[in-house]
């Protein structure tokens, strides 16, 4: 299941629970960070600064150290050298609670999610979570209320207001995704990142799915950071974009400023012309 923040609809505190909060400098920095794994080198010296609001793109070749790179923000990995820096607080040696309880919020390549329930119970595990009610024998009625409300809004949302009651398993592997984003949502994060979020999809599927993307981005003020395949997804919706390869940052920039980099056209893009 995705890491997320530890408030919720019910004894949520109503500041933490804004979607972003006022920051001096980079809502995200990474500071001359690198992971080697004995010889390999997965991320090699990666400097990089994201703003509040932003939505952000990395991309690179198969084996370019992105979801490594990703895993150095969520926790999942502990850089060999550099520091991680998130609202202006050193996280690089904290624990994924921490990480979790300051906001940030992640889904994975491969689905992560309840398949035995239902949508609305799925969605209901996060919401309670975020809350802090899920380890208790009983909920008052106005907090039962409040949950039930959250778990209408986040359904409105994402869009899957005639799926409710399905099996998360029987539902296409678009919905899936989908439902996996809802349970994201559900810990009110801080910032969202998404890892290969169309990966599998047909063409109507990851429609859908970019523009929730952008819905989330435009309409919830998120701050948004996803790893992506497809450049034209890419091109079409980052804000800015860096890219990765052999675990090097080697561009960084807006999609026009990317996509006239010599050196990206020859490691990700194909020869230059």
Do not use: C
């Amino acid at each position: 299941m995705s890491t997320a923040t530890a408030h919720g609809p019910a004894g949520a505190d109503a500041q933490a629970a804004t979607p972003q909060a006022a920051a001096a400098g980079p809502f995200l920095r990474m500071e001359n960070v690198s992971r080697h794994f004995g010889t390999l080198k997965a991320v090699d010296d990666v400097s990089f600064d994201m703003a509040a609001g932003e939505l952000r793109a990395v991309i690179g070749p198969n084996g370019a150290g992105k979801t490594t790179f990703f895993n150095l923000i969520s926790g999942l990995l502990p850089p060999s050298h550099g520091r991680v820096i998130f609202d202006g607080e050193d996280i690089t040696r904290r624990s994924i609670p921490h990480r979790v309880a300051k906001g940030i919020v992640r889904t994975f390549q491969i689905t992560e999610v309840f398949p035995d329930l239902s949508v609305f119970e799925n969605i209901r595990i996060g919401v309670e979570t975020a809350g802090g009610l899920n380890s208790r024998p009983w909920i008052s009625r106005s907090e039962r209320a409040a949950v039930n409300a959250r778990i209408d809004e986040l359904i409105e949302t994402v869009s899957l207001g005639g799926k409710v009651d399905r099996v998360v398993s029987e539902l296409a592997h678009g919905d899936q995704r989908v439902v996996e984003v809802a349970l994201a949502l559900s810990m009110n994060p801080r910032l969202l990142m998404l890892d290969e979020p169309t990966a599998g999809m047909g063409d109507n599927e990851t429609d859908h799915m970019v523009e929730l993307v952008r819905r989330l981005h435009a309409q919830e003020g998120l701050s948004i950071l996803f790893i992506e395949h497809d450049v034209n997804i890419v091109f079409g919706i980052a804000e800015r974009i860096t890219v990765l390869d052999q675990g090097e940052k080697i561009a960084e920039g807006t999609p026009e400023e990317v996509s006239a980099d010599e050196r990206v056209r020859l490691a990700y893009l194909g020869e230059p012309e």
